[in-house]
């Protein structure tokens, strides 16, 4: 069985994932409503702390923010850097 502390993290990677998507879903709908917007920095943040997979999989599905290159490739970079900061914690803590 998983650690308490590995639970924890999983938790809250599939919880910030889903706002990162739900975020990106949102967004688009306001921007086809001419309403409010989510400000883009907010989109970035909830990719920073480890919403990344959820940003780009609202980004495909949605087809939201596919067209401006600081998502197209900002989105992607989070994401290798999360991964190798994974990597390198549990190579160092593991």
Do not use: C
């Not at 590995?6 to 706002?19: C, E, G, K, Q, S």
């Not at 959820?54 to 495909?60: P, V």
């Amino acid at each position: 069985m998983p650690s308490t502390t590995l639970m924890i993290l999983i938790v809250y990677l599939l919880l910030v994932n889903l706002i990162a998507f739900a975020l990106m879903g949102i967004d688009k709908s306001k921007a086809k409503r001419g309403a409010w917007r989510i400000p883009e920095k907010s989109l970035f943040l909830s990719a920073i702390i480890g919403g990344s997979v959820g940003a780009i999989l609202g980004m495909q599905i949605f087809r939201h923010k596919t067209k401006h290159w600081y998502f197209q490739y900002g989105m992607p970079l989070i994401l290798v850097l999360q991964i190798i900061l994974g990597v390198l914690l549990y190579i160092h803590l593991g």
